[in-house]
């Protein structure tokens, strides 16, 4: 009993670390670029995953996620970068509150009438990526200790229990002006790109894991300094010589 | 233009536009940095450094480009 409780509760926690990062990018992208297309993705990447875990089933931890996470972190990284720039440029110009969160040019959100297929990608990307994670841990866990209904349990409990908390978070998440949200996901992406790409080319972060929010204040920081040059820059002031 | 080219321009199309977006020099030096860091690696010194790095400096010329193109 004592063996079960252990491994669905190291299940649990483990895989929400990951799960955290799933509902971020999905949270983020939804509010930013609109809900359908985003859930839409966000169901895909849950169909490939059951196809996946039922075709593969225990043979799973085999795969090599090395490849998968270079190749999704370089992806997210160059894309959350472009948003990332142009959300330093837009607080710079036009403060917390943008205009209206009206831009003739580059509107954030998507407004026609198909798919999006800018969120479709990255809430799938998101959700395959670190639902094989989860999937990794489960099948790591459960089989090494033979619990694997437990693991099942504690996995699946993690992603149900932060996406709930994600879903609850959406309606605040939405208050917050269009270009700071388009600012903070793609710091977000950024993040989880060099993280990911990093970790896919086999090299270890000093700290495992606790290198993202260390990643997250430096994006944070060089996003503050580089508004406050632009804004300076914008009002014709120079450095002090 | 008939239905197979039409989609597979409409996918390139697509995947230029998410990858390199407006500015191909950042992207490019991601893919470069991701180069240099796997040369790194292999040669046993520590790597993970050089992307942040190249983020923070890419950005910064990336955004001093375009404030310049602004009118």
């Given at each position: 009993?004592?063996?079960?409780?252990?491994?669905?509760?190291?299940?649990?926690?483990?895989?929400?670390?990951?799960?955290?990062?799933?509902?971020?990018?999905?949270?983020?992208?939804?509010?930013?670029?609109?809900?359908?297309?985003?859930?839409?993705?966000?169901?895909?990447?849950?169909?490939?995953?059951?196809?996946?875990?039922?075709?593969?089933?225990?043979?799973?931890?085999?795969v090599p996620i090395g490849p998968l996470r270079l190749i999704v972190g370089a992806l997210l990284l160059t894309f959350g970068l472009q948003w990332f720039r142009k959300g330093i440029m837009r607080v710079a110009a036009r403060g917390l509150a943008g205009i209206g969160g009206q831009d003739p040019h580059e509107a954030a959100e998507w407004t026609g009438p198909g798919m999006d297929w800018t969120a479709w990608f990255l809430a799938f990307k998101g959700v395959v990526l670190e639902g094989l994670e989860v999937a990794f841990i489960v099948v790591t866990f459960g089989a090494g200790a033979n619990q694997l209904a437990a693991a099942v349990v504690g996995g699946v409990g993690a992603i149900i229990v932060v996406g709930g908390i994600g879903l609850a978070l959406h309606q605040t998440v939405r208050r917050i002006p269009r270009s700071l949200l388009q600012l903070i996901v793609g710091i977000l992406l950024s993040t989880f790109g060099t993280f990911w790409a990093i970790e896919g080319l086999g090299i270890d972060w000093p700290g495992g894991d606790a290198a993202i929010p260390v990643l997250l204040l430096l994006y944070v920081a060089t996003a503050l300094t580089y508004i406050t040059l632009e804004r300076n820059r914008a009002l014709g002031l120079r450095p002090a010589a | 233009m008939p239905p197979p080219f039409s989609w597979i321009v409409a996918v390139a199309r697509f995947l230029y536009d998410f990858i390199v977006g407006d500015d191909w020099t950042v992207a490019a030096a991601i893919v470069i940095g991701l180069i240099l860091s796997a040369i790194l690696n292999v040669n046993h010194i520590a790597a993970w450094w050089l992307i942040p790095v190249i983020v923070v400096v890419m950005l910064g010329v990336s955004l001093r480009r375009a404030s310049r193109r602004l009118p």
């Open positions: 009993m004592t063996g079960l409780w252990a491994v669905l509760i190291t299940t649990f926690l483990a895989s929400a670390v990951e799960a955290i990062e799933m509902v971020t990018i999905v949270v983020g992208v939804g509010a930013t670029r609109g809900w359908r297309s985003t859930l839409i993705g966000a169901a895909s990447g849950f169909g490939v995953l059951a196809v996946v875990v039922v075709v593969l089933g225990a043979a799973l931890s085999q | -």
